[in-house]
């Protein structure tokens, strides 16, 4: 017997980041909270998930290592491509990075149109709050949980 309950469509989250262990660990957390995850280590792989099946929202690192094992600014690559394909340009992204970042960094990030820039270590709360604001699902789920 349905009660009133329909089922929700779960949201995939996409996380690109080059550190396996955070990929895994915030994999774990994120379908604890009823999201579908993909992920990817490096941009082309990324790019071409994206482009298959696209996210709801992107958690991207923006310091991703390349095939050499050199650190370079990738992610803003990524943010770049994303962004010229209609298919994935609306798609909220939020920057994520452990490499010691400025202010003037940070709002640098924002003003290319990254959707907001988190610094390593974070929040979970903080982090799971910023992905339910920017997928528009904070006020629904909080009205859900009044209901039950």
Not at 9 to 17: A, C, E, G, L, S
Not at 83 to 105: D, E, L
């Amino acid at each position: 017997m349905n009660r009133g309950f329909r089922k929700m469509d779960k949201k995939i989250v996409m996380i690109i980041d080059d550190d396996r262990e955070f990929l895994e660990e915030m994999s774990e957390l994120l379908v604890s909270k009823g999201y579908k995850v993909k992920t990817a280590e490096d941009g082309d792989t990324a790019i071409e998930k994206v482009k298959q099946v696209p996210p709801d929202i992107i958690l991207l690192d923006i310091k991703l290592k390349d095939n050499s094992g050199l650190t370079i600014f990738d992610g803003l690559t990524i943010f770049d491509e994303l962004k010229k394909m209609k298919k994935t340009s609306t798609i909220p992204i939020i920057a994520i990075s452990g490499a010691y970042v400025k202010n003037y960094q940070s709002n640098y990030f924002l003003l290319h149109g990254i959707d907001d820039f988190i610094a390593k270590p974070f929040s979970i709360v903080k982090l799971l709050e910023n992905i339910e604001e920017k997928l528009g699902t904070k006020n629904k789920r909080n009205a859900v949980r009044r209901d039950i």
